[in-house]
């Protein structure tokens, strides 16, 4: 399974951005995904996850204002970001297939990258 992860841009802070995740070279309709960021000088943080189920998960720093999803047709999950912050900026990568072990998240799969600047 390949991930391209793509949608990061430069946004004011109140603005919106969604990122995309396209998943190539089998179905991830039965995965587990979830959205990572990692800022400079920083760990990489969880931001959000969806079950094949549907089930999501939102960490509570962008609860109410991010919302995970996926598209099954698509091959595809989404995080639609809104209210952004300046604390929002980092480099955003989604994960197939992860777990956390210790205090590290460990992935199956894990898309390129795409950054997210937000301006105060």
């Known amino acids: 399974v390949q991930l391209q992860a793509s949608g990061g841009g430069f946004v004011q802070a109140g603005g919106s951005l969604r990122l995309s995740c396209a998943a190539s070279?089998?179905?991830?309709?039965?995965?587990?995904i979830g959205w990572f960021r990692q800022a400079p000088g920083k760990e990489r943080e969880f931001v959000a996850a969806?079950?094949?189920?549907?089930?999501?998960t939102h960490a509570d720093s962008v609860k109410g204002r991010f919302t995970i999803s996926r598209d099954n047709a698509k091959n595809t999950v989404y995080l639609q970001m809104n209210s952004l912050k300046p604390e929002d900026t980092a480099v955003y990568y989604c994960?197939?297939?992860?777990?956390?072990?210790?205090?590290?998240?460990?992935?199956?799969?894990w898309g390129q990258g795409t950054q997210v600047t937000v301006s105060s």
């Open positions: 969806i079950r094949w189920t549907g089930v999501t």
């Open positions: 070279g089998r179905t991830i309709s039965s995965f587990h």
């Open positions: 994960a197939a297939e992860f777990r956390f072990v210790g205090g590290n998240v460990e992935a199956d799969y």
